[in-house]
């Protein structure tokens, strides 16, 4: 269960879609929701005489439209929910701000955009988001951002079907506990996958491959065994590729996923580097939204 969430706003009407997840899931665990904003300096200097200078006045400008579009949106939010909101203005760099505030407040999970604007903003907060997951200190729901994808029908259930990405490793178990955290006992259909190392595919002579019967029998069919409940249907799968991302988000439209969960510190070194590049390749690409799960989190 989680106690309080945080959600990140850059003051844009596409951030703001993190909210259509947020509330729901405040609701359903009775949670405090923290609306953040953090304030920086513009990065686009003004040549004044052959050299570059900043006008604080455009600043303070900007900081000020951009703090009475996140009140309107927490205006718009406390009208749509009786949980308590509390919003809180920051200036300085926006991932550690982030990272800061989480940690200070004991948020359980983290819910942003991937994609708030466009052009270079939208670079800027791409970056925002791939500093956040360098230094995680909770759960990151990530929700598509753009444009034609559409968020959750009011009253519906957010993730009636969650594909979580397993590599064998203990931590890598920490996205099923995620998972289970936030859903709670609403039901839920569960795929547990597993994605072979390309060298078992080089290998790999016919499919099913004894690799794979070998996968499932031994580690994916009794963790989805423990997993189990009367409101939770668990089913496993195995696939191989070299492209561990496109995979999985192969397999997430394959089962209509209303979420893709994964622990980006199930491994390290350079392993936990590939694993890094496939939660990228997930933010990046998938339709749905993608829930993150660093080492060491817990629902609190």
Not at 48 to 63: G, K, Q, Y
Not at 164 to 192: H, I, K, M
Not at 217 to 226: F, G, H, N, T
């Amino acid at each position: 269960m989680y106690s309080d969430i945080l959600v990140p706003l850059d003051g844009s009407p596409l951030s703001a879609r993190a909210l259509a997840y947020a509330i729901p899931v405040a609701e359903q665990h009775n949670a405090r929701l923290h609306l953040l904003h953090v304030a920086a300096p513009s990065t686009q200097p003004f040549v004044h005489i052959a050299r570059p200078t900043r006008d604080p006045s455009v600043d303070e400008a900007w900081l000020a439209e951009d703090r009475k579009a996140v009140e309107r949106i927490a205006k718009r939010a406390r009208k749509q929910t009786a949980v308590s909101i509390e919003l809180e203005f920051r200036s300085g760099r926006a991932a550690a701000e982030i990272a800061a505030y989480a940690r200070e407040n004991r948020i359980g999970l983290i819910v942003m955009c991937t994609h708030g604007k466009g052009g270079f903003e939208r670079l800027w907060l791409g970056s925002v988001t791939d500093a956040v997951l360098r230094d995680l200190p909770a759960p990151l729901l990530l929700v598509r951002g753009a444009r034609g994808v559409s968020a959750p029908e009011p009253g519906a259930a957010l993730f009636p079907r969650v594909l979580v990405a397993l590599d064998g490793s203990p931590n890598a178990e920490r996205a099923l506990d995620a998972v289970a955290a936030l859903v709670g006992q609403t039901p839920v259909s569960l795929t547990l996958l597993s994605v072979l190392n390309p060298v078992m595919a080089m290998g790999a002579k016919s499919f099913p491959s004894p690799a794979e019967r070998d996968l499932c029998a031994e580690y994916l069919e009794p963790l989805a065994q423990r997993h189990r409940t009367p409101a939770r249907s668990v089913e496993v799968e195995t696939a191989v590729t070299a492209n561990v991302g496109r995979g999985i988000v192969a397999h997430a439209a394959k089962h209509d996923a209303s979420l893709i969960a994964l622990a980006t510190q199930g491994l390290s070194g350079v392993q936990r580097a590939v694993v890094g590049s496939v939660a990228d390749k997930l933010i990046r690409t998938a339709p749905m939204p993608v829930l993150v799960v660093p080492s060491g989190a817990a629902s609190n």
